[in-house]
């Protein structure tokens, strides 16, 4: 999947700056997708100059000037076209993983500290996925929103990455468990 394709889709929720798609990036898709702000800026100029968003300029008075990007026909037949594709399998590169894999041989407390931390990440991340997830029920059930919402993949991709926030932060208690309870039993 390309970044573009990330873009296009969180450019359904209406026109946004780049800063204000940079900010919105990081709480809507942060849980499958990651990109630097200069990534999305190159990105969104590549996007622009072949017609897949527009662009226009608003003047400020006290600030700098700023775009406004918005999908435009070609941009959301873009995404159309996207989304009939087959996906392509999902590959996991995780160095943690690695470290953990190779725990017996290395630094066995730099590796519970490298596990400590992913966990208290996953644990912030959840609480702002939660807090996503509230302001978008707006104090209706899941079944409320689901049955009227205008969009529904937003809070079906934040569920997804939810689930996954919750199962790291199951694996990451298990594995300090397991790494406390083999040093409470060697010499």
């Given at each position: 999947?390309?970044?573009?394709?990330?873009?296009?889709?969180t450019l359904?929720?209406?026109?946004?700056?780049?800063?204000?798609?940079?900010?919105?990036?990081?709480?809507?898709?942060?849980?499958?997708?990651?990109?630097?702000?200069?990534?999305?800026?190159?990105?969104?100029?590549?996007?622009?100059?072949?017609g897949l968003?527009?662009?226009?300029?608003?003047?400020?008075?006290?600030?700098?000037?700023?775009?406004?990007?918005?999908?435009?026909?070609?941009?959301?037949?873009?995404?159309?076209?996207?989304?009939?594709?087959?996906?392509?399998?999902?590959?996991?590169?995780?160095?943690?993983?690695?470290?953990?894999?190779?725990?017996?041989?290395?630094?066995?407390?730099?590796?519970?500290?490298?596990?400590?931390?992913?966990?208290?990440?996953?644990?912030?991340?959840?609480?702002?996925?939660?807090?996503?997830?509230?302001?978008?029920?707006?104090?209706?059930?899941?079944?409320?929103?689901?049955?009227?919402a205008e969009?529904?993949?937003?809070?079906?991709?934040?569920?997804?990455?939810?689930?996954?926030?919750?199962?790291?932060?199951?694996?990451?208690?298990?594995?300090?468990?397991?790494?406390?309870?083999?040093?409470?039993?060697?010499?």
């Amino acid at each position: 999947m390309a970044l573009r394709n990330a873009l296009l889709a969180t450019l359904l929720e209406g026109e946004a700056s780049g800063y204000d798609l940079a900010k919105g990036f990081d709480a809507s898709v942060a849980n499958f997708w990651m990109a630097t702000p200069q990534q999305l800026y190159r990105e969104l100029d590549r996007m622009e100059s072949e017609g897949l968003v527009a662009a226009r300029l608003v003047e400020q008075e006290r600030r700098p000037n700023k775009r406004l990007f918005s999908l435009t026909e070609a941009g959301r037949r873009a995404l159309y076209a996207f989304t009939a594709e087959p996906p392509k399998p999902t590959a996991i590169r995780s160095e943690l993983m690695v470290k953990v894999q190779a725990l017996d041989e290395g630094d066995e407390q730099a590796v519970r500290s490298a596990v400590a931390g992913q966990l208290e990440r996953s644990r912030d991340k959840l609480a702002r996925f939660d807090r996503l997830r509230d302001r978008l029920l707006d104090g209706r059930t899941e079944h409320e929103f689901l049955e009227r919402a205008e969009r529904v993949g937003p809070y079906l991709s934040l569920m997804r990455g939810r689930a996954f926030e919750q199962e790291n932060i199951r694996w990451a208690e298990r594995t300090l468990s397991v790494l406390e309870q083999r040093a409470s039993v060697r010499p």
